[in-house]
């Protein structure tokens, strides 16, 4: 019902549902299929390969002077990594292997509380409520209102 797939070898389902593939991006566009010694088997480090196209304040966004005023993290932290929000381990399989989302969007904690499903925010900072996430997104000047109605 969240349009959002929860188990291992479904996010070839969820990308091509994404506003990433329908704007001709591939899988192999992030990833090397003869692998390599980063993350997830990917061209570059995370940020790297996100940021080829999403430079701070590029066309594609984010709309922010840095990365760091994007994420409202440090730099360096686990809440820096463009994957943290946009791609969510959302779903456990295979022991401790979790799953990421890989629609792109912005999980939100409405979300978790409309749908059940995890959120973005609460993943990482699982010692707190939807609400308390909610209300730190809220403090946010950049967000996206429309956004945090989902």
């Known amino acids: 019902p969240?349009?959002?797939?929860?188990?291992?070898?479904?996010?070839?389902?969820?990308?091509?549902q994404s506003l990433m593939y329908a704007r001709g991006v591939t899988c192999f566009s992030c990833h090397d299929p003869h692998g390599t010694d980063n993350q997830a088997m990917l061209r570059k480090?995370?940020?790297?390969?996100?940021?080829?196209?999403?430079?701070a304040n590029g066309r594609n966004g984010p709309r922010a002077a840095t990365i760091e005023a994007h994420t409202h993290h440090a730099v360096g932290s686990?809440?820096?990594?463009c994957v943290a929000c946009h791609m969510p381990k959302i779903e456990q399989t295979l022991g401790k292997v979790n799953v990421a989302s890989h629609t792109f969007h912005f999980v939100t904690p409405t979300a978790t509380e409309n749908l059940g499903i995890p959120n973005a925010c609460n993943v990482c900072h699982a010692d707190k409520t939807t609400a308390w996430a909610t209300g730190e997104i809220a403090k946010w000047d950049d967000r996206s209102p429309w956004r945090m109605r989902q």
């Open 78 to 81: 686990a809440g820096d990594s």
């Open 45 to 55: 480090p995370v940020n790297e390969v996100c940021l080829t196209c999403h430079s």
């Open 2 to 16: 969240d349009d959002t797939a929860h188990k291992n070898r479904m996010q070839g389902n969820d990308f091509v």
